[in-house]
């Protein structure tokens, strides 16, 4: 009879790969015979900085997977995975910051349904900002970066004087954003013209001020006919 094994024969190893390991398999490497391949940390790296980029590769589903779940800052994960699940077509930014996020965000789109023709609208001070607000791109770097993503339409200015302009120009959205570091008193004004431009099916997000984390969160279209509502009795108070 044979011998029968002790103790149990896969100890010591692991069968769940590691996600360094299942990124590296996502990229097809072609090596000449007897090289050695890059490391781990500088694969992720490389994929890090090529998540930003409108150059970059296709994202595949492993790229997808580093964005929605690994990503940083983790704050911005819930909008990545909202996008994968809902995707829009008509997108509307109040406050547009370094651009980083946009730039994920649009070029996750596209990679998801490149037929499809996507309408961003991004409202900012760009060159208008002050010392104290935080750091931001200029118009035309804005314009550099987006380019070929979407079909881009870039507001400078404060995002109520914006928005009172274009409200009845613009139509209804399926993403609305609204980022942290907006000045409270012209965003408490913005809230009358974000109802107009938003429907029942339109998502919301607001990111809360920085001193809380910057969460990331839905706002239901009733909270914004409140707030609007209340914007309406203020003026006419």
């Not at 007897?34 to 150059?55: D, E, H, I, P």
């Not at 760009?126 to 987006?146: I, N």
């Not at 274009?166 to 959205?173: D, I, M, R, T, V």
Request: charged share 20%; net charge positive.
């Amino acid at each position: 009879m044979p011998a029968r094994c002790e103790g149990n024969p896969l100890a010591g190893f692991s069968l769940v790969p590691r996600i360094a390991d299942v990124l590296v398999w996502s990229k097809p490497v072609q090596r000449r015979a007897g090289a050695t391949g890059q490391g781990r940390g500088c694969a992720m790296a490389k994929l890090g900085s090529n998540l930003g980029s409108n150059a970059g590769p296709t994202y595949g589903l492993f790229r997808r997977l580093w964005l929605t779940r690994f990503s940083q800052p983790a704050r911005e994960r819930p909008l990545y995975r909202h996008v994968l699940k809902t995707p829009p077509t008509r997108i509307i930014e109040l406050g547009v910051g370094t651009l980083g996020r946009t730039e994920r965000l649009l070029g996750l789109l596209r990679s998801v349904s490149p037929a499809v023709e996507r309408s961003y609208v991004g409202l900012d001070r760009f060159e208008g900002r002050l010392p104290v607000d935080p750091p931001g791109v200029t118009l035309k770097q804005a314009h550099q970066r987006l380019h070929g993503l979407a079909k881009v339409q870039l507001v400078p200015g404060n995002i109520d004087t914006s928005l009172s302009k274009l409200c009845n120009h613009l139509g209804a959205f399926d993403l609305v954003l609204i980022a942290a570091d907006n000045d409270p008193r012209y965003l408490e004004r913005c809230w009358f013209f974000i109802q107009r431009i938003t429907t029942p099916r339109t998502a919301i997000f607001a990111e809360s001020q920085s001193g809380s984390g910057g969460v990331w969160a839905s706002i239901p279209k009733a909270r914004v006919d409140e707030l609007a509502a209340k914007t309406v009795l203020k003026r006419a108070a």
